[in-house]
């Protein structure tokens, strides 16, 4: 079973509604990116923008958006608050929601968000923006394709300095009832980006990444802190699962040909273990709890929130079996890589000696666990 059959298959356990039908989680596709000097005329021209193609691509669906408040959406108000944003001052709030739910206390499958930074806070606070879209979208001729191509455009558009892609719980916009239910299904699949209160992290994440995900967004000052391209390119090309992808200001590394829920019986994606190794200096080391206190259930607090951050640490310490030289016998069957040369992933039986690439730059050949499958 590959990655996306065993999406479908659990996809419906990480949906809910409430006695009445109404839609309150819902599993989407998301992108969410943090960039600098959102208060700029450029910035809010190049943000509309997005704003423009994603209400002409999936306008179809589009029902409701928050400006100053939830309400219906209509051409005419579109183009009002479209034209109110561009026209603000640089230390003006401007935040925009557009959705395909008809009210704040339904999940929605399509929408688009973003906040921004002041003048006054100079390089002290990051703007952001968010997409997302139903995760069947992957089951599409074109789903994936549509995925990557929003992914690169926005990054493009707002000069992204960081951020990620992946699976995540899509609440409703009055979410707050709601975040116990993304705390357990949290629990349960240390794939799911838990992404409610991403809109917050804009002064939090100046100098740090939040994370990895399927799709991790590396901006150059992010890329030089990790030894710049070649070096990142090279820790991960023994993986045939990864792909290194370039953008105007940075890197897009993609774990795996379809996102994983890394369900706890499974254990975290082999991938996703693979790109928090090279990007964990650049993350966040002692980030804020990821859920304000709720009435309504357990939510994130501050050691939960630390267990989440560092899931894909844990899941590297361990159960990855440990590094093999050239020449030794394979410890465990499976899947294994090394970065002396490219593409290098294969599998290997217990036993079998695993080889070296002599001509490689890279120096001693040392073999790396991928995964058993």
Same mark, same amino acid.
């Given at each position: 079973?590959n990655a996306l059959e065993k999406l479908k298959e659990q996809a419906p356990n990480l949906e809910f509604e409430l006695p009445d039908g109404t839609p *309150?989680?819902?599993?989407?596709?998301?992108?969410?990116?943090?960039?600098?000097?959102?208060?700029?005329?450029?910035?809010?021209?190049?943000?509309?923008?997005?704003?423009?193609?994603?209400?002409?691509?999936?306008?179809?669906?589009?029902?409701?958006?928050?400006?100053?408040?939830?309400?219906?959406?209509?051409?005419?108000? @579109?183009?009002?608050?479209?034209? +109110?944003?561009?026209?603000?001052?640089?230390? !003006?709030?401007?935040?925009?929601?557009?959705?395909?739910?008809?009210?704040?206390?339904?999940?929605? =499958?399509?929408?688009?968000?973003?906040?921004?930074?002041?003048? *006054?806070?100079?390089?002290?606070?990051?703007?952001?923006?968010?997409?997302?879209?139903?995760?069947?979208?992957?089951?599409?001729?074109?789903?994936?394709?549509? /995925?990557?191509?929003?992914?690169?455009?926005?990054?493009?558009?707002?000069?992204?300095?960081?951020?990620?892609?992946?699976?995540?719980?899509?609440?409703?916009?009055? /979410?707050?009832?709601?975040?116990?239910?993304?705390?357990?299904?949290?629990?349960q699949y240390s794939g799911l980006e838990v992404d409610t209160f991403a809109y917050s992290l804009g002064r939090e994440l100046q100098e740090h990444i939040?994370?990895?995900?399927?799709?991790? *967004?590396?901006?150059?000052?992010? *890329?030089?802190?990790?030894?710049?391209?070649?070096?990142? +390119?090279?820790?991960?090309?023994?993986?045939?699962?990864? !792909?290194?992808?370039?953008?105007?200001n940075g890197l897009i590394i993609r774990a795996g040909e379809y996102p994983e829920l890394g369900a706890v019986a499974d254990g975290s994606p082999a991938?996703?273990?693979?790109?928090?190794?090279?990007?964990?200096?650049?993350?966040?080391?002692?980030?804020?709890?990821?859920?304000? /206190?709720?009435?309504?259930?357990?939510?994130? =607090?501050?050691?939960?929130?630390?267990?989440? /951050?560092? +899931? @894909?640490?844990?899941?590297?310490?361990?159960?990855?079996?440990?590094?093999?030289?050239?020449?030794?016998?394979?410890?465990? !069957?499976?899947?294994?890589?090394?970065?002396?040369?490219?593409?290098?992933?294969?599998? @290997?039986?217990?036993?079998? +000696?695993?080889?070296?690439?002599?001509?490689?730059?890279?120096?001693?050949?040392?073999?790396?666990?991928?995964?058993?499958?």
């Open positions: 079973m *309150v989680v819902k599993l989407g596709l998301i992108v969410t990116l943090y960039f600098k000097e959102g208060y700029t005329t450029e910035s809010k021209r190049k943000v509309m923008e997005c704003f423009t193609r994603f209400n002409q691509e999936f306008g179809s669906y589009l029902k409701g958006h928050y400006s100053d408040r939830y309400k219906k959406l209509t051409p005419g108000n @579109f183009d009002k608050t479209h034209d +109110r944003i561009l026209s603000c001052g640089s230390n !003006e709030q401007y935040e925009w929601h557009l959705s395909s739910a008809p009210n704040a206390k339904e999940a929605e =499958d399509y929408s688009l968000s973003t906040l921004n930074s002041f003048e *006054v806070h100079g390089d002290k606070k990051r703007s952001y923006i968010k997409l997302a879209i139903p995760w069947a979208a992957l089951n599409e001729p074109k789903g994936f394709e549509c /995925y990557q191509e929003w992914l690169l455009y926005l990054c493009n558009q707002v000069k992204a300095e960081h951020g990620y892609g992946g699976l995540s719980s899509i609440l409703p916009y009055d /979410y707050d009832s709601y975040m116990p239910m993304e705390y357990q299904l949290a629990q939040k994370g990895v995900n399927w799709f991790t *967004v590396l901006g150059n000052t992010y *890329v030089e802190r990790l030894g710049g391209e070649g070096a990142i +390119r090279h820790a991960l090309s023994g993986r045939g699962d990864i !792909e290194v992808l370039n953008y105007d991938a996703y273990v693979a790109v928090n190794r090279v990007a964990k200096p650049v993350r966040i080391p002692n980030p804020d709890q990821l859920h304000s /206190y709720s009435p309504y259930g357990d939510c994130f =607090d501050e050691e939960s929130t630390a267990r989440w /951050y560092a +899931r @894909f640490d844990q899941e590297s310490r361990k159960n990855t079996p440990p590094s093999i030289p050239a020449g030794q016998p394979c410890t465990h !069957e499976g899947y294994w890589y090394s970065p002396a040369q490219a593409n290098s992933r294969r599998h @290997f039986k217990q036993g079998e +000696r695993m080889p070296e690439f002599k001509e490689s730059s890279w120096g001693g050949t040392i073999w790396y666990w991928s995964s058993e499958a």
